[in-house]
């Protein structure tokens, strides 16, 4: 794949004086430094027939749409890279993609792109924001998009989102309701020999899903006062999802497969979550303004029981049933102060709190022909707490036109607690600095370098034991995992040709610390893999992003935005003591998107293209590599004249589907090296067809 793709990459680099030779429009630079904030108009959009906002931002040149990490701790990295009037518009309860959607392309002035820390905006560590303008007094207005989607499974289901703001009082009230239904299929075999190539079974399934999905939110936004706002997001999702996984499996006798047992698994889960989140902004003078952000979640989710049969045609029926339980819940409270100091120079301060807790309950049993037995898993039935708490401080220096630093110092405490089949109680304690310095020599360059320490966001589905019946996997809770942490150091550079195009090189390293991965757990009677840390390793990683007009190859109002991503990262395997990959990281990925229109027409037409290269994961007992040879191709085609709506026809997974797992079992660890079987899965999705009608009022 690599040997593909650094050709068509280089060329567009090389290339790239000439991509912005079909410019729409001069982009007009504004800000406190000349170059330092780039404002798109209204009309750079035009001949992309943008019907919302999120359809701008998406051809915003050189930007990618961003809703935080929440895989960091603490809310300041969940509030994503998005400004509306120059205000983050959400939290964790409303994605900024739901936001931008329910935003008509008309009620747009105009997008600022900020390039570079400046005082009086919060970059909170991403090196670009994007600032919607919008026009004042916008009045009521409306959005939905309704999606039909015809699955290889014959079934027709359907996505819709909408929308309705309108001014209430002296504020906007927003209404929003989206839904979700689908019905995908995938046929699936297992093929599993010895490791010398006697193929011992064969099993063939087919796998069918319903998933129903319905959420509604509101959100009311007022000024209390001259100098004073206040943001109230709620939403409510509701989760159904039904599968039913049914087929043969075979032995080989005499290298013939002959039928052995007939196998269905059946498995229903419900489930919802509920969220609140207020957001309080005063000013206090024209250099300090604080704001109060209040969350608070809950969700539950019930699964099963989950059935397995496998009806032998020689010892009768075998069963095993699985029942799971947990509930979420998170409360958060920040507080932070922004002071102005100079034109050049602001501070952010501030504190939070947080309190976390997950319940979860997992029983399993298995029948055998005399009735169910239940078999008893180590940290089957816990509760795990934490309570955190963090201050920190922010400032950024602009220099001069050209060269502007961030830095900011934040110190956590938490303490982490687990009851139940489990108990006992750790305290941790982080400092996490981070510093970034820019450099523009020129309009149309910049240069930027980070550094900057990290604390992933506990998953606490790791505290608990689980068990996948389609991958015969079990896997135990454990109760001394920890938070993984890193030290991120990257160098960005960015070289714009006019404003349409742009071509970033991204160069970095992370030293990560208590990485996540499968470690032993080890019981009286059984040996078992757990989420665990299994020490320290490094990752490298190069990015290329471009976005390319094509009026130079004499594809007029065309344009192909590229991403291409390379990764090398090791680790010393904690069972072999072997260098290796981390688990789950693939070496290239690769993704790109192609649009074109005729304005005359009221018609343009599209693809996109992602690529993930193989995959591996590593277990006590067992290794699984992933390849997807194929990739995602996607190609559609559309119209604005009718109604004023845009009406989309497409296709989803055109290519060649099928997913490929490749495992070996050992005899006790892979350390001893002694391969028991060898498997060969596959898992073919089938393509995808889809009609969307949307539209903003």
């Known amino acids: 794949m690599s040997f593909r793709i650094a050709p068509l990459a280089f060329l567009l680099v090389l290339s790239a004086p000439a991509l912005a030779d079909d410019a729409p429009e001069p982009v007009l630079a504004e800000g406190e430094a000349d170059g330092a904030i780039l404002a798109y108009p209204a009309s750079f959009f035009t001949e992309f027939s943008p019907v919302n906002a999120r359809d701008m931002i998406d051809r915003l040149p050189g930007f990618s749409l961003s809703d935080g990490d929440t895989s960091r701790r603490g809310l300041a990295d969940a509030f994503g890279n998005l400004l509306i009037n120059g205000v983050r518009p959400s939290d964790k309860t409303l994605g900024l993609g739901t936001v931008l959607q329910r935003i008509p392309a008309a009620q747009v002035v105009r997008i600022e792109l900020i390039r570079e820390p400046l005082p009086e905006y919060e970059m909170r560590g991403f090196s670009q924001l994007a600032n919607v303008i919008l026009v004042e007094g916008a009045g009521t207005r409306a959005s939905f998009d309704h999606t039909l989607f015809y699955h290889n499974s014959s079934r027709l289901v359907s996505e819709f989102q909408s929308a309705v703001t309108r001014p209430v009082g002296s504020g906007e009230l927003t209404l929003g309701l989206n839904w979700n239904t689908r019905g995908p299929t995938n046929d699936r075999t297992f093929e599993t020999a010895r490791p010398d190539g006697v193929r011992l079974t064969r099993e063939q399934y087919n796998d069918q899903r319903r998933f129903r999905f319905i959420e509604p939110s509101i959100s009311y936004s007022t000024p209390l006062g001259a100098n004073t706002q206040v943001r109230v997001n709620a939403n409510a999702e509701f989760r159904a999802w039904r599968r039913i996984i049914s087929g043969f499996a075979f032995d080989y006798v005499d290298g013939a497969p002959t039928p052995a047992a007939y196998v269905e698994q059946k498995n229903d889960e419900r489930s919802w979550e509920a969220g609140l989140s207020t957001t309080l902004e005063h000013q206090w003078s024209d250099a300090l303004a604080s704001t109060t952000t209040f969350l608070l979640t809950r969700s539950d989710s019930d699964n099963g029981p989950e059935v397995e049969s496998v009806n032998t045609f020689s010892n009768g029926i075998e069963r095993v049933q699985v029942f799971y339980q947990d509930a979420e819940e998170e409360t958060a409270l920040r507080q932070s102060f922004d002071w102005t100091l100079t034109d050049a ?63 900011g110092l934040r110190y956590e405490y938490s303490e982490i607690s687990q009851s139940g089949s489990a108990g006992q109680s750790r305290t941790f304690t982080y400092l996490k600095p981070r510093a970034s310095a820019t450099w523009r020599p020129g309009d149309q360059r910049r240069v930027r370098v980070s550094l900057e320490r990290n604390v992933d966001q506990l998953d606490f589905g790791n505290f608990a034991s689980s068990v996948d019946l389609n991958s015969d996997q079990v896997d135990v809770g454990n109760p001394d995992y920890r938070p993984q942490t890193d030290w991120t150091l990257e160098a960005e550079f960015e070289q714009r040709f006019n404003e349409d195009a742009s071509v970033t090189l991204t160069l970095g390293r992370v030293w990560r610390q208590d990485l996540d991965d499968y470690i032993a757990i080890i019981t009286p009677t059984e040996v078992f893999d757990a989420p665990g840390n299994i020490g320290d390793g490094s990752l490298n990683r190069v990015t290329l992003e471009w976005t390319s007009p094509l009026g130079w190859l004499g594809l007029q109002n065309a344009t192909l935005d590229g991403f291409v991503e390379w990764f090398d990262s090791n680790v010393d395997d904690p069972v072999t003591g072997v260098e290796r990959s981390w688990s789950w990281i693939s070496e290239w990925e690769v993704s790109f998107d192609f649009r074109q229109t005729f304005p005359e027409r009221q018609l343009a037409w599209g693809w996109d293209y992602f690529y993930l290269s193989d995959a591996s994961s590593y277990r006590v007992s067992r290794f699984t590599n992933i390849q997807r040879p194929g990739g995602d191709l996607d190609v559609y ?59 903003a009022f």
């Open 345 to 407: 120079h602001s501070l952010t301060f501030g504190a939070e709190a947080a309190f976390n807790a997950l319940d979860a309950s997992l029983s399993l049993f298995e029948d055998l022909g005399a009735g169910f037995e239940e078999i008893p898993l180590p940290v089957n039935d816990t509760r795990v707490e934490e309570v955190r708490g963090e201050v920190f401080a922010d400032a950024v220096w602009v220099l001069n036109d050209a060269f502007s630093m961030e830095g």
């Open 637 to 695: 085609v559309e119209t604005t004249r009718w109604f004023g709506l845009t009406t989309r026809l497409g296709a989803n997974f055109i290519l060649d589907t099928t997913e490929r797992q490749d495992l070996i079992f050992y005899d006790g660890s892979r350390a001893d090296g002694i391969e028991r079987l060898h498997q060969q899965r596959y898992f073919d999705n089938g393509p995808q067809a889809f009609l969307s009608v949307r539209g």
